[in-house]
């Protein structure tokens, strides 16, 4: 602790020269810190970020860190010298998924250029779009330029798993008086299979997040007797009701204008089913194919799907007890109670108890401020002309939920585009472009320039 607070003082005391960051660099440094939750590395990668500010020209003293539960927060403010806006915010996450080696073609915590594409757990979730956050204040820095409104950086330390930290972060932010949130985990843009950019997505509202624990409990007794009822093996029949049930089809107008306009831009069979749905949400055919793509189906119902099972005390015994977890994302307008009902009717088993896990809070979606499209507009257009930002929904949960849940306007504005054949966030091999790397810095040069110059 000692030790500790000597470093910080002593980086708050160097003077501040002004110094562009190599953001590739910091992309693969940040990614060899294995963030993940339990390991205790989410603090060393706040403190890496810390001394990449710092060395770029930032005051110490203008960044905090909070380690709380094992994990971090990071905070940081670019004070402007005479504001003449409310301050905004810009956030992003620090923790990344676990990632076990063995199954890895490359050590997932050692960031592998090759072919085309920097490799890595945390790469593209969401290490890409925070490294480029950073490089780009060091670089505007460099430039001389200075903000007429209060920039505040947030990274939160467990957004990948029960976001009580993020929660936290949120209610500080509030009360920072901040206008909206830019938030670099939402939103970004598609390529086809040419590389030629297809789409933008402004994340405008998300689906909520909630885990269940479904559990049956039985007597049990000596596996040489074997009885009627199994936990196991009931259990394991209402894992496969529950996903093999498709959720009632939900549209509203954000996510009817980003099929419409996704659409719009392929020709092909998805474009074509996107083109339709917007124009008639009951149409089978064009469900049956939203549904049967991994990157659509999220947008058109709530999704629930077993996740995760675990059962029995002994080899040689009956069960006792089997939980099944369920990873439910919730569409706007639904309450966690209903899907919850839902589940136990799917389930067919009386004896199904539940208890909630991870619950984020259910938000409306943000308003659409002129503002915010235009400079996101400016930056897309930059990236590719003719291409419209069209606002959207992501179908995972972020950290905007907390912050839309205490009234502050949150939008998804990666400056990351990608091919969905090369997005593996939370998979193996996880992966993103190293041409990606220049049009993300000007991406979020243009917007930071709109807003607060």
Not at 80 to 90: D, F, I, N, R, Y
Request: hydrophobic content about 45%; some cysteine; glycine content about 10%.
């Amino acid at each position: 602790m000692i030790r500790t607070l000597a470093l910080a003082l002593m980086l708050a005391a160097l003077p501040a020269t002004a110094a562009p960051i190599d953001a590739k660099r910091l992309l693969m440094d940040s990614v060899a810190i294995a963030s993940v939750k339990g390991r205790g590395q989410t603090p060393a990668l706040a403190r890496f970020y810390r001394d990449a500010l710092v060395q770029a020209g930032f005051n110490a003293r203008d960044i905090q860190i909070d380690e709380l539960a094992g994990t971090a927060n990071f905070h940081f403010v670019w004070r402007a010298g005479k504001a003449t806006a409310k301050p905004m915010a810009l956030t992003g996450h620090l923790d990344v998924v676990e990632a076990n080696p063995a199954d890895w073609e490359r050590p997932p915590f050692t960031a592998v250029a090759e072919n085309g594409y920097i490799f890595g757990r945390g790469v593209q979730d969401n290490k890409f779009d925070v490294a480029m956050m950073i490089a780009t204040l060091a670089q505007l820095k460099a430039s001389g330029w200075t903000p007429t409104r209060d920039i505040h950086l947030f990274l939160s330390g467990d957004e990948e798993t029960d976001g009580t930290a993020s929660a936290a972060q949120a209610r500080q932010a509030a009360g920072f008086g901040i206008e909206y949130m830019l938030n670099s985990d939402g939103g970004g843009g598609g390529l086809d299979a040419s590389g030629k950019p297809i789409f933008y997505k402004l994340q405008a509202a998300e689906k909520s997040y909630a885990d269940f624990l479904m559990t049956i409990t039985d007597p049990g007794g000596h596996s040489s007797a074997p009885t009627a009822s199994n936990a196991i093996a009931r259990i394991g029949l209402v894992a496969a009701r529950i996903a093999g049930h498709r959720w009632p089809v939900q549209v509203n107008e954000i996510t009817r204008a980003a099929l419409a306009e996704a659409g719009r831009q392929r020709k092909d069979a998805l474009g074509d089913a996107m083109r339709r749905f917007a124009a008639n949400p009951d149409d089978a055919d064009a469900v049956a194919t939203l549904r049967a793509n991994p990157g659509t189906v999220g947008q058109i119902a709530t999704t629930c799907v077993p996740t995760m099972i675990s059962g029995g005390h002994a080899p040689n015994a009956l069960p006792q007890r089997a939980t099944l977890t369920v990873n439910c994302r919730i569409f706007p307008g639904t309450s966690v109670a209903a899907v919850q009902a839902e589940l136990a009717r799917i389930a067919e088993d009386p004896g199904v108890t539940f208890a909630t896990g991870t619950d984020w809070p259910v938000t409306p979606a943000s308003p659409l401020r002129p503002d915010v499209t235009a400079a996101v507009q400016a930056a897309v257009s930059a990236r590719a002309s003719g291409l419209k930002a069209t606002p959207g929904m992501d179908a995972g949960a972020t950290d905007s939920v907390f912050w839309r849940a205490l009234g502050i306007p949150s939008y998804g504005v990666s400056g990351l585009f990608m091919r969905a054949e090369d997005s593996f966030a939370h998979g193996l091999n996880e992966r993103v472009p190293e041409s990606a790397i220049a049009p993300a810095l000007r991406h979020w040069d243009i917007i930071l320039r709109q807003l607060a110059g």
